[in-house]
């Protein structure tokens, strides 16, 4: 089985998929040691480890390198959060697609962000094309931003997502993400509504997977928050070592950390 069809088909497995997002190749073989069965990136971790700002400013040939640097170092699936695309022009997109899938992603997030639900839709079947052209099954999860943006409230943002969901899935999406809510019986809607599998994003509030795959939910990704553990870490130990240049505090923190020298030779 190709890594492509071995990610899809976790989607549809007995267990919820829980996707760890990684920044770079350290952390994501730090994840798949751990016993992940797929490794997504963060678009926000990649941007900030690399001194750039989430929002579509990445320049697409560091978000290429930052890719097959991570792919080199995993046997699992890698999908890339590659944000809306870095471009709404389909023909440079394309292009992106193409070169995604070259440095060994097999599947990708594409967000709406404000964007016109039909601009986004004409952006998934130009997704679609290029990776068949490129040969690759691409998993294409299509995130909507109707919550995390406010595009809408209440009753009229539940009908956009699955307004946009219906779009999406016509265009040629595989998955739909819906990151914001953590109501579990919201949740249970898009599930139940939703043709494609569902994916929600870790945040305070959300319920665990136990209960996401029993509302239906096939898909759930750290985002941010194991970026922010890291660095949260790293910010306090960075602090105590400054205070008094004491190195006893620094022991635990290197406690059940890999041989990176061994996982990388």
């Known amino acids: 089985m190709s890594q492509a069809a071995a990610f899809k088909a976790l989607h549809s497995g007995p267990e919820i998929l829980v996707l760890p997002n990684a920044w770079d190749a350290a952390s994501a073989a730090l994840m798949e040691d751990a016993g992940a069965k797929a490794v997504a990136t963060s678009s926000a971790a990649v941007a900030w480890a690399h001194g750039y700002a989430d929002g579509d400013f990445f320049p697409v040939p560091l978000v290429i390198t930052a890719i097959a640097e991570i792919t080199r170092v995993l046997k699992v699936p890698l999908t890339a959060d590659i944000e809306g695309g870095y471009t709404d022009d389909l023909a440079q997109l394309a292009e992106t697609i193409k070169a995604v899938v070259g440095a060994g992603a097999v599947g990708i997030n594409l967000e709406d962000g404000r964007r016109d639900a039909a601009l986004h839709a004409r952006k998934i079947e130009a997704t679609r094309k290029a990776a068949d052209q490129a040969g690759v099954a691409l998993f294409i999860n299509a995130r909507t931003d109707v919550y995390l943006k406010g595009l809408?409230?209440?009753?009229?943002?539940?009908?956009?997502?699955?307004?946009?969901?219906?779009?999406?899935?016509?265009?040629?999406?595989?998955?739909?993400?819906?990151?914001?809510?953590?109501?579990?019986?919201?949740?249970?809607?898009?599930?139940?509504?939703?043709?494609?599998?569902?994916?929600?994003?870790?945040?305070?509030?959300?319920?665990?997977?136990?209960?996401?795959?029993?509302?239906?939910?096939?898909?759930l990704s750290s985002g941010g928050g194991l970026f922010a553990a890291a660095y949260g870490t790293l910010a306090r130990a960075t602090a105590a070592y400054l205070k008094d240049g004491a190195s006893d505090p620094l022991t635990p923190l290197s406690e059940g950390l890999p041989s990176f020298n061994k996982r990388f030779g």
């Open 152 to 219: 809408a409230t209440g009753d009229a943002a539940e009908a956009e997502v699955l307004t946009r969901a219906k779009t999406y899935a016509a265009a040629g999406a595989d998955g739909i993400f819906v990151p914001g809510p953590t109501d579990e019986a919201l949740l249970a809607v898009f599930a139940r509504e939703i043709a494609l599998p569902v994916n929600a994003m870790a945040r305070p509030g959300l319920p665990n997977a136990a209960k996401l795959q029993a509302a239906g939910v096939r898909r």
